[in-house]
């Protein structure tokens, strides 16, 4: 016998629960089920979250666009759906649409030159007090599929795990990739460390055909502007 069938949600094993579930083993672990139930949170009396996540998705036909469309009559028609299950629910949908018009306006941007990728992504990084490292994904002509930070550190470095690097370009369909990242001391001349990081990222990208294009370092200057110094215009890639 199925004993979730007979058990409340707080009854299963904590691996068998939504929230723990992705604590424990990360959000794309989690079947549409299991993220639906999290936003409603609770069940009914008689009826566990997951048994009412799935009366959400069937109502949807299975289909996500289609439940991403729908309104909070729709949704009330699930018999003891509240309102606030109902509207939690909409709210991280309709975020869900405007985060993938963001992307795609996004993946309308063309870089074409060092001055192009700093002014892109000057907003994300360059007033810190940390370092962080980013990598920009492009498409063999060079239009932006999106950014990503790869990791952070302290005020004088940051480690650059090449694996997830690569492995999210990957995943970006990406034939070309920038890196970048900030010096929050105001010097912008690479270390021998951001030199021997930039061969590095190079080298793997030829064995993976995804060409690095450039690399930048940037941050506010001695004298206090805004500004960066491109590996590729000095000749460094």
Known sequence: ????????????????????KMIQQGKKQLTNVELVAILLRSGLQGKSVLELSREVLDL????????????????RQIKGM???KATTLLAALELGWRMQGE??????????DSRDLFNYIKPSIINL???????VFFNQHQKVLGRQRISMGGQTQTDVDLRILF??????????IAVIHNHPSGSLKPSREDRALTQ??????????????????VGI????IADFYSFHDNGLI
Do not use: C, Q
Request: aromatic share 6%; glycine share 6%.
């Open 129 to 135: 007090n940390h370092e962080e490292f980013w990598v």
């Open 60 to 75: 949807a036909g299975n289909n996500l666009t289609t439940l991403s469309r729908m309104e909070y009559s729709d949704l």
């Open 1 to 20: 016998m199925d004993t979730k069938k007979t058990l409340t949600v707080k009854h299963w094993a904590d691996g068998d629960k939504p929230r723990e």
């Open 103 to 112: 992307i795609d306006a996004e993946r309308k941007i063309t870089i074409t």
């Open 82 to 84: 509240a309102e606030a």
């Open 167 to 176: 492995h999210s370009a990957i995943e970006n369909h990406a034939t070309k």
């Open 221 to 224: 200057n001695f004298d206090g």
């Open 200 to 217: 590095r990222i190079g080298e793997a990208g030829k064995i993976l055909t995804i060409n690095l294009i450039e690399h930048l370092i």
